[in-house]
C-alpha cells in the first residue's frame, strides 16, 4: 500500500460509514468486514462498532490483545522503563522476564553496596517518570524504596501518569509474560 494506505485507510472509513448509515444488513457485509477489519484503526473500530454493535466482539477482542501485549515485560524493557535503567547502569539486554528482573537488579544492587538502586531513586526525571523508577523498584522487590520515594504516597503520585509511562506502571505491577 506505501504511500497511499492513508488515503486508502480514509476512502474506507467513508465507504464504512456510508454502509453503517444505510443500516445494511447484508451477509456480504460482515464477510467484507472480516477482510476490513486488521485495517481499521481504533476509532475507525468504534465507529463500526457504535453502528452495528454485532461487532462489539470484534473489537473487545482486539483491545484485550492489545492491553495483553502493552503490558509485557518486552514493552516494559523497551519503553520508558528500560531506558531509565540504562541511565541508571542496568543494563537489560539479557534480561528476558519479570522473575530475571528482579533477580538482575538485585544482584546488580548487591554487587554496587545499595549504590545501584541509589541512583535509580536519585535519578533527575519527570513525574510521568518518578512513577516508571517507582515501578521498577516495585518489580524488583524493592517496594519499601519505592514508598520511601514517594513519601508513602504512591497513589496520589500515580493519578498524573499518563500514556508509555502509565503503561510501564501498569506492566511493572501487573508482572505479565
Not at 465507529?47 to 501485549?69: G, N
Not at 548487591?110 to 518489580?139: D, W, Y
Request: hydrophobic share 40%; proline share 2%.
Amino acid at each position: 500500500m506505501g504511500e497511499d494506505s492513508g488515503s486508502f485507510k480514509c476512502d474506507m472509513s467513508a465507504a464504512l460509514t456510508l454502509g453503517l448509515a444505510k443500516s445494511s444488513e447484508r451477509l456480504w457485509f460482515k464477510a467484507r468486514m472480516e477482510d476490513f477489519w486488521p485495517l481499521l484503526s481504533l476509532s475507525e473500530k468504534q465507529i463500526v462498532v457504535k453502528h452495528q454493535p454485532r461487532f462489539a466482539s470484534w473489537l473487545e477482542e482486539d483491545t484485550e490483545r492489545e492491553v495483553d501485549v502493552r503490558l509485557t515485560f518486552e514493552a516494559f524493557n523497551s519503553g520508558p522503563a528500560g531506558d531509565l535503567c540504562n541511565l541508571a547502569g542496568l543494563y537489560l539486554d539479557q534480561v528476558a522476564s519479570w522473575s530475571g528482573f528482579a533477580s538482575h537488579l538485585q544482584s546488580q544492587n548487591k554487587a554496587t553496596n545499595g549504590e545501584l538502586v541509589q541512583r535509580l531513586m536519585k535519578l533527575p526525571v519527570s513525574s510521568g517518570e518518578a512513577s516508571v523508577v517507582q515501578a521498577i523498584l516495585h518489580a524488583a522487590d524493592y517496594s519499601h524504596f519505592s514508598d520511601e520515594l514517594a513519601n508513602d504516597r504512591a497513589w496520589d503520585r500515580l493519578s498524573g501518569v499518563y500514556d508509555e509511562h502509565a503503561e510501564a506502571v501498569a506492566a511493572a505491577i501487573l508482572r505479565r509474560n
